[in-house]
């Protein structure tokens, strides 16, 4: 499913890295590739792009330092225990599901959307 990015949007992809080698993806080792996508048509100030890179560049070195130090991998999976445990107990019965089958955008937070099957 391919995602169009907006004119204010910069994007940090993650990708498998270290399949070729593996005849099924049970055999994968976790490692993953990073980068970033900006749209053609960036709608703010060069200051603003430098700004999102700068925190795209920092989720990817994020993820080199968690391979490193395993204290910080376990105090940041610990906060995103929490964090998903909060949103998940906001969601009552009552309320529509966080997900349907037709892909909508899915809200965690102010801060978090996903598109798709997440």
């Known amino acids: ?3 169009e990015l907006a004119d204010d949007e910069v994007a940090f992809i993650i990708r498998p890295i270290n399949t070729d080698d593996i005849d ?3 055999d994968w080792d976790g490692s993953v590739g990073t980068g970033i996508a900006v749209g053609d048509n960036f709608c703010y100030s060069d200051d603003v792009l430098q700004d999102l890179v700068y925190v795209a560049t920092l989720c ?3 993820l080199d330092l968690i391979e490193k130090d395993d204290e910080i ?3 940041v ?3 995103r225990y929490e ?3 909060k949103q998940i107990n906001k969601h009552s019965k009552g309320d529509k599901p966080l997900q349907d089958s037709k892909g909508k955008v899915i809200n965690f937070n102010e801060y978090t959307k ?3 099957n997440a």
Do not use: E
């Open 73 to 75: 991998f376990d105090r």
């Open 1 to 3: 499913m391919p995602y």
């Open 114 to 116: 996903t598109k798709g």
């Open 83 to 85: 964090i998903m445990m």
């Open 24 to 26: 099924d993806m049970d």
């Open 77 to 79: 999976s610990d906060h």
């Open 60 to 62: 990817s070195a994020f």
